[in-house]
């Protein structure tokens, strides 16, 4: 008989079908969904019985008919198996990215997120939001960006803050995945024509839905906690004027990066809580599948040439189907206006912004201002770093942007914008 041991496994029971269970490896990020026999039946497995015990007792307590043997296989093929009749088998965790902060347990960041710190939260907020109402100069402004006369050094010192706002911003969804038991990796991705920092959280699958939205929401918490922080400060600590008017640019920075995050068409932090709160397991990917299933439609129809694609939102049940067809028009829509807005303002605005770099960067070798000369060159420093990055990032993933990964949506949680 045939003795399996896994590797450390979670089993949780799917959050809408009572019949389904999620089987997952944190490890690496592996996760599916099974009837729940089978999930009763890999939990015979670990503790001790063959295959073909496992399968007499099912059809004992159950009166099923199992496949175990088919079962195995497909573990085996996700990395789920450890060895088979005492023979190892090989590891996919041993080529695959170790978790960041892998030292950041449970144990270190749960206060984080327990009652106190949310009581904290709130009444930083809400003096924040009467230090506003009683002092309404303090409201930020577009104005209270420029805090200096050299155009790019204010760019350079906003970009370093907002850097370091967005570091903690991603390192706050990986704390909240690690609160969960669940490990994250921050990196670099593409949405559109933005760059962005993003973390890889998909160890949250291993965790009920009421629970996947603190790893969603962090991010946003700690950007609302920044910026009511520093409001108080600047209303209330007696600073210098100069340090008054970096802290208002920052918070300027931190309010750029909130209307990103509704841009629920892309990847972003509220759109995986619209996916969660639609009950959908891959909104954008079928959405996008979907897009394409009535592009090629829309072809067929003009060649008189009925297209042979099916249509992908079939095997939905009803709700996710109509929740996916609805939201498969507003990406469309919404990506179309972003990269037309883009194409006609965004990149008008970044070559000028560009050629007025360069010619004064010119002048500083003819004669004109070094200072102003020097100014430029950062400008050019910084936001040519940013293409450049855009560039080898989007280079590097976009052979996977539109590829199916199947009925898993394993994007990261967060895709924090890098360049507003």
Do not use: C
């Amino acid at each position: 008989m045939t003795a399996v041991v896994f590797h450390p496994l979670v089993i949780r029971p799917d959050d809408d079908d009572p019949d389904t269970v999620v089987v997952g490896r944190l490890r690496i990020g592996e996760f599916v969904e099974l009837p729940a026999v089978y999930g009763d039946a890999i939990a015979l497995m670990r503790e001790g019985l063959t295959v073909g015990a496992a399968e007499r007792r099912i059809a004992a307590d159950q009166q099923v008919e199992v496949d175990l043997a088919e079962l195995v296989e497909a573990l085996t093929d996700l990395g789920f198996v450890r060895s088979i009749d005492g023979e190892p088998l090989p590891d996919p965790a041993e080529r695959a990215p170790g978790s960041h902060f892998a030292r950041l347990t449970e144990r270190n960041v749960a206060w984080l997120f327990g009652l106190p710190a949310k009581l904290v939260w709130l009444a930083t907020i809400g003096a924040a939001l009467v230090t506003l109402a009683l002092r309404p100069e303090l409201l930020p402004s577009y104005s209270d960006f420029f805090w200096g006369d050299y155009v790019g050094l204010t760019v350079l010192v906003n970009t370093v803050m907002m850097s370091m706002s967005i570091s903690v911003h991603e390192l706050m969804h990986l704390m909240a995945a690690r609160s969960l038991g669940a490990p994250g990796r921050i990196g670099f991705g593409t949405r559109l024509h933005n760059l962005v920092a993003q973390t890889d959280v998909t160890g949250v699958w291993g965790v009920p839905r009421r629970s996947r939205y603190r790893v969603y929401l962090a991010g946003l918490a700690w950007d609302a906690l920044l910026m009511a922080t520093l409001v108080l400060l600047v209303a209330h600590a007696g600073l210098p004027g100069a340090a008054k008017a970096v802290l208002q640019a920052l918070v300027v920075t931190v309010l750029l990066t909130i209307p990103f995050q509704l841009q629920v068409y892309m990847r972003t932090d509220l759109y995986f809580v619209l996916r969660e709160l639609l009950r959908t397991r891959n909104l954008f990917d079928d959405g996008l599948s979907y897009a394409r299933y009535l592009l090629a439609r829309l072809i067929g129809a003009v060649r008189r040439r009925p297209s042979t694609v099916p249509d992908p939102t079939r095997e939905l049940s009803p709700r996710e189907r109509l929740a996916t067809r609805l939201y498969s028009v507003f990406l469309v829509l919404g990506a179309s206006i972003t990269l037309a807005s883009f194409a006609l303002f965004g990149a008008p605005i970044v070559i000028a912004a560009a050629a007025r770099a360069i010619e004064g960067v010119a002048g500083g070798f003819t004669g004109g201002s070094a200072l102003q000369a020097l100014d430029s060159a950062l400008l050019i420093l910084i936001e040519g770093g940013i293409q450049v990055l855009f560039v080898i990032v989007f280079v590097r993933t976009h052979r996977h942007w539109f590829r199916r990964r199947g009925r898993r949506d394993l994007a990261p949680a967060d895709e924090a914008p890098a360049t507003s």
